[in-house]
């Protein structure tokens, strides 16, 4: 990247609320995402189910990688924060439809973390671009 090009990247129609703080940042051939919920990008708004946030979170990653020139395929590393082990079937579809080869998905860690703000379920990812 140039250093015209902002290091800040952003997931159109999905913000932070007030927290100051970017989706993600690109840093030379490397991404680093901050926590990616699972907020609907055309309402900005956190939907009540963990189907429709694992769906709306896998989609807003793909468009996080997207704003900095990369797809899922450059994800190195996913870590997964859930609200409680309910998730992890909602989270495991959305991780098969994007990572179907089990010879061919990046490195993931799932955590039971006390989410807050409704969100049932976060993403983080670290993209290697090549």
Known sequence: MSKNQPRS???????HGTAPIPMGARVGN???????????????QLP???????????QNM???????????????????F??????????NEEWLKLYP?????????????DLRGGMLLQLEVVALIT
Request: glycine share 8%; no cysteine; charged share 25%.
């Open 9 to 15: 990247l952003e997931v159109k129609g999905v913000s």
């Open 30 to 44: 490397m991404i680093y995402s901050s926590g990616i919920m699972g907020k609907d990008p055309a309402t900005d």
């Open 48 to 58: 009540p189910d963990v189907v429709s946030q694992a769906k709306f979170a896998f």
């Open 62 to 80: 793909v468009s996080l990688l997207a704003a900095g020139g990369a797809t899922p395929e450059h994800v190195a590393k996913m870590t997964i």
């Open 82 to 91: 859930i609200k409680d082990e309910s998730a992890r079937g909602a989270i």
């Open 101 to 113: 080869d089990p010879h061919d998905r990046p490195a993931r860690h799932t955590l039971t973390y």
